[in-house]
């Protein structure tokens, strides 16, 4: 999953791309989307250290 500021006919956008689709989204589910992300990376870091 990847998260993108895109600009799509001339207006700027979050879109959140997954290998089979594409989905311009809110700002706020950007954020949301941003957030959770960045816990699962975090989590993700803190087993392989913890190691």
Do not use: F, G
């Amino acid at each position: 999953m990847s998260l993108q500021y895109r600009k799509i006919n001339n207006r700027h956008c979050w879109v959140l791309t997954t290998p089979r689709m594409a989905a311009i989204i809110s700002r706020a589910e950007a954020e949301r989307i941003y957030r959770q992300l960045n816990a699962q990376s975090q989590q993700r870091s803190n087993h392989v250290s913890a190691i």
